[in-house]
C-alpha cells in the first residue's frame, strides 16, 4: 500500500492563507476579463479595492507574507499609473457607479473634467436634467467592493448641498449608483434628454479592461474556421 504524505496543520494553516490572498485576485480577474457587462469603468475601482484589500489581510506565515507583498509590488509597478490612461479615467468617472470617487490623481481627474466641460460646452443638449437613484448594495465583509462602500459612506455624508447648476456638476453631485447596475441602461435612458452626453458617456463605458474578451473571440473563430477543415473542404469540393 502506498505510503500517503498527508497535510499538517501548519501546511493547512499557510494554504488558507494563500487562497485568502489568491481569491480577490481570481474575482477580479474575472470581473475584468468579461465580457457581458462594463468592465472599463471598473479597473480604476477595482484595482484600488483589491490594494486596500490585500494591505488588510495579515498573513502570519514568511511564504504567505512574501506572497502578498510580492502581489502588492507587482500591482503597483503595473497599475500605479493607471488613472493617467485616459480612457480608463474617462470611463470612471462616466460611470454612475464610481464617478471621481477612486480617482486619487487631481491632474488626472482635472484634464478628464475639462475634457467633458469642453465637449458638452460645443455640444449642448437640452432637458431636464437626469436624477440618479441612491447605491443601495451591502454586500459581504470579504468582498472587495468594501472598499468601495465605505469611499461611498464618506462620499455621501460629505456630499455638498451648494453644487454647481450645470449638467456635469449635477451630475457629480447626485448619488452613485447600486454596482449591480447597469451604466450603460442608465445613460441609454437619458438619451432623449441629453444625447450629446449619453454619446460621450457610452463611447467610454464600452472600452473593454482587458483583450479577454477579443481573445476568446478569435479563438471561437479559429475552431470553427481552421485551416485543416478548409483543406478538407477544398478537397471534397475538387473530389465529389
Not at 111 to 124: A, G, Q, V
Not at 152 to 158: A, G, I, N, Q
Not at 188 to 205: D, F, I, M, R, V
Request: glycine share 4%; aromatic share 6%.
Amino acid at each position: 500500500m502506498p505510503h500517503l504524505c498527508l497535510c499538517q496543520a501548519s501546511d493547512i494553516k499557510i494554504l488558507k492563507e494563500i487562497i485568502q490572498i489568491l481569491k480577490p485576485c481570481l474575482k477580479v480577474t474575472e470581473e475584468m476579463s468579461s465580457e457581458k457587462y462594463v468592465s472599463g469603468s471598473k479597473a480604476i475601482p477595482m484595482i484600488k479595492c483589491l490594494r486596500e484589500y490585500l494591505e488588510t489581510i495579515t498573513p502570519t506565515n514568511y511564504l504567505t507574507v512574501q506572497l502578498k507583498n510580492t502581489l502588492l509590488n507587482k500591482i503597483k509597478k503595473r497599475f500605479d499609473n493607471i488613472q493617467k490612461v485616459h480612457l480608463f479615467s474617462m470611463a470612471t468617472v462616466l460611470d454612475p457607479r464610481f464617478k471621481k470617487i477612486h480617482l486619487d490623481d487631481g491632474t488626472a481627474l482635472a484634464r478628464i473634467i475639462t475634457s467633458i466641460k469642453i465637449y458638452l460646452n460645443e455640444n449642448s443638449d437640452l432637458g431636464a436634467v437626469p436624477v440618479l437613484s441612491q447605491a443601495s448594495d451591502e454586500g459581504d465583509p470579504e468582498d472587495i467592493w468594501q472598499a468601495h462602500r465605505q469611499k461611498l459612506m464618506t462620499e455621501s455624508s460629505c456630499r455638498s448641498e451648494g453644487a454647481g447648476t450645470s449638467e456635469l456638476d449635477v451630475y457629480i453631485a447626485a448619488p452613485l449608483t447600486d454596482l449591480k447596475s447597469d451604466p450603460l441602461a442608465i445613460w441609454k435612458s437619458y438619451e432623449g434628454a441629453y444625447p450629446k452626453q449619453t454619446k460621450l458617456a457610452c463611447k467610454h463605458l464600452l472600452v473593454s479592461a482587458s483583450s479577454a474578451p477579443a481573445e476568446r473571440l478569435f479563438s471561437k473563430a479559429g475552431n470553427i474556421v481552421r485551416k485543416t477543415r478548409n483543406l478538407n473542404f477544398l478537397s471534397t469540393k475538387s473530389h465529389p
